[in-house]
């Protein structure tokens, strides 16, 4: 598929697209693991790749992705747009920047997870997760199945696995605990980020979307055609439960019963 200046696919490919987006995934490596530095001699660069990710991150955080773009990111930083590709070749090559940056940022502020307690580790490192996706929830835009990975990405995993090692799984159960962990957190993160985005677009409260709904739900759930449904208890969907404790405990005795089975020997 063709992907334009924004990376969205235009419904078409070309025969040299391969070739093209193989070369996209090179510079994005050459970019994050191969640091040019500036010279010892000569003026300070009005620009530096450093700022132009942190500008570029800022934007996306704050807009959004739909506002990022390569001239938009010039005139923030109040220069040209020819000026960027001088330090990155195009916006593919800067969302990988992005995403290794703000890794960078979690795998520093993160609790250090033991490396002889997995239980305590999986928790630290999914609320971890929430908490990158919640400040940058740009990251649910993305399609990260194939996003180069740099120096900040491996060594976030590094540090997952340390203590999932002591599991005692597979390599591929150990990775397979890792996504199931990382997915659930990114629907629930993505619910979050759904219900803010729709208050915003509403312009309701969470009281006043419901309210407009009460009396029409009410007749429905005594109308006798939901008994189960009208029996529900009032704080059913409320905010007090903690939807996100409750799934990831789920999770953990899920994993704790194949690590005890696999100890017996099962």
């Known amino acids: 598929m ?37 010279p010892a001699r000569g003026p300070k660069p009005a620009l530096t790749l450093e700022r132009i990710v942190t500008a570029a991150v800022a934007l996306a955080d704050t807009e959004g992705l739909d ?15 020819m000026s960027l590709y001088r330090y990155v070749p195009g ?9 290794d940056r703000v890794q960078g940022e979690a795998n520093d502020a993160s609790p250090s997870a033991p490396d002889d307690d997995w239980r305590a580790a999986v928790s630290i490192l999914a609320h971890a997760y929430l908490h990158q996706l919640r400040t940058h929830p740009w990251l649910l835009q993305l399609n990260q ?10 060594r976030g995993l590094e540090l997952a696995l340390r203590p999932l090692r002591t599991m005692g799984l597979s390599d591929p159960e150990t990775m397979a605990v890792l996504i199931t962990v990382n997915s659930y957190v990114e629907g629930l993160a993505r619910m979050h980020v759904n219900e803010a ?17 009460l009396p029409y739900l ?3 759930m005594n109308s006798g055609a939901y ?14 439960f903690d939807h996100f404790a409750f799934g990831l405990e789920r999770l953990v005795a899920g994993f704790e019963a194949l690590v005890d089975a696999r100890s017996a020997g099962k």
């Open 145 to 154: 199945a194939r996003t180069a990975l740099g120096p900040n990405a491996v």
């Open 67 to 81: 506002a990022l773009s390569m001239r938009r990111l010039a005139t923030d930083l109040g220069t040209g747009t």
């Open 2 to 38: 063709a992907t334009s200046e924004n990376g969205s696919d235009n419904g078409t490919e070309k025969p040299g697209d391969k070739p093209a987006k193989a070369a996209v995934t090179q510079r994005s490596m050459e970019l994050l693991w191969h640091t040019q530095e500036r």
């Open 227 to 240: 008994p189960l449904m009208a029996t529900l208890s009032e704080d059913t969907f409320g905010t007090a």
């Open 218 to 220: 009410t007749a429905a």
């Open 91 to 99: 916006k593919p090559e800067l969302l990988d920047l992005m995403v």
């Open 197 to 213: 985005e729709a208050a915003r677009a509403s312009g309701l409260t969470e009281e006043e979307f419901w309210g407009a709904q």
